[in-house]
């Protein structure tokens, strides 16, 4: 499985950037995706993942300005950012998990599969 984040970039205080992730693999072996970011000086954080089953877990920081969905048939996986602020530059990386599980892990350790990561940056 290799993940392929893009859509990283620099973006003014209030706007929008939309994050994308292909994902090789089958849909099968990857139980929950999406995204976690880590700022400078800061620990690596979830900021959005969708399960398989359809649970989805935002950060509080982000809930009402982003949007994770998962595009099963193209093998996609996004993030739509809205409301962008200053807090929100971080690089971000696409992840995935490959345990079945009756939740939605928090916790990055939980997760199987990274990608590279790409920066965002927003101005203030």
């Known amino acids: 499985v290799q993940l392929q984040a893009s859509g990283g970039g620099f973006v003014q205080a209030g706007g929008s950037l939309r994050l994308s992730c292909a994902y090789t693999?089958?849909?099968?072996?990857?139980?929950?995706m999406g995204w976690f970011r880590q700022a400078p000086g800061k620990e690596r954080e979830l900021v959005a993942v969708?399960?398989?089953?359809?649970?989805?877990v935002y950060a509080d920081s982000v809930k009402g300005r982003f949007t994770v969905s998962r595009d099963y048939a193209n093998s996609m996986v996004y993030l739509q950012m809205s409301s962008l602020n200053a807090e929100d530059t971080a690089i971000y990386y696409c992840?995935?998990?490959?345990?079945?599980?009756?939740?939605?892990?928090?916790?990055?350790?939980?997760?199987?599969?990274w990608g590279q990561g790409t920066l965002v940056t927003v101005s203030s």
């Open positions: 992840v995935g998990d490959r345990v079945r599980r009756q939740y939605v892990a928090k916790l990055s350790s939980s997760y199987d599969y």
């Open positions: 693999g089958r849909n099968f072996d990857i139980y929950a």
């Open positions: 969708v399960s398989r089953l359809g649970g989805i």
